[in-house]
């Protein structure tokens, strides 16, 4: 069965760092373009980073906080996440496409069940 886990989530404080991991299962990671999304409580899951070799990109709010890398070796992307803050709690999912990371959102597939991040004081 083709599935990523993720984990490393977990409860922090404002200012806090995390780093979540994604392990994939059943396929090659280094096969395909990955990304990261969050889906904070009540709003619509978006896009966070999304590594395609050297094409590496975040959203905005993400920028110079967070950083996508990739361990072929082990078949496991990371997100490490700096300067945390209540904006970021959300669950963290990843995620895998054939193109590149100008994908939309429903070309990715194998979803796993994602980890908890929460930003509290």
């Known amino acids: 069965q083709v599935q990523f886990v993720e984990s490393g989530g977990d409860l922090v404080q404002p200012g806090g760092s995390l780093r979540l991991s994604c392990v994939a299962s059943?396929?090659?990671?280094?096969?395909?373009?990955i990304g990261w999304f969050r889906q904070p409580p009540g709003l619509l899951r978006e896009g966070v980073a999304c590594?395609?070799?050297?094409?590496?990109r975040y959203v905005e709010a993400v920028k110079d906080r967070f950083t996508i890398s990739r361990d072929n070796a082990k078949n496991t992307v990371y997100l490490q996440m700096n300067n945390l803050w209540f904006g970021d709690t959300a669950v963290y999912y990843c995620?895998?496409?054939?193109?590149?990371?100008?994908?939309?959102?429903?070309?990715?597939?194998?979803w796993g069940h994602g980890t908890q991040v929460t930003v509290s004081s």
């Open positions: 995620a895998a496409a054939t193109d590149g990371c100008d994908s939309a959102q429903d070309d990715f597939h194998s």
């Open positions: 590594i395609n070799g050297d094409d590496i």
């Open positions: 059943g396929f090659t990671l280094d096969a395909f373009t």
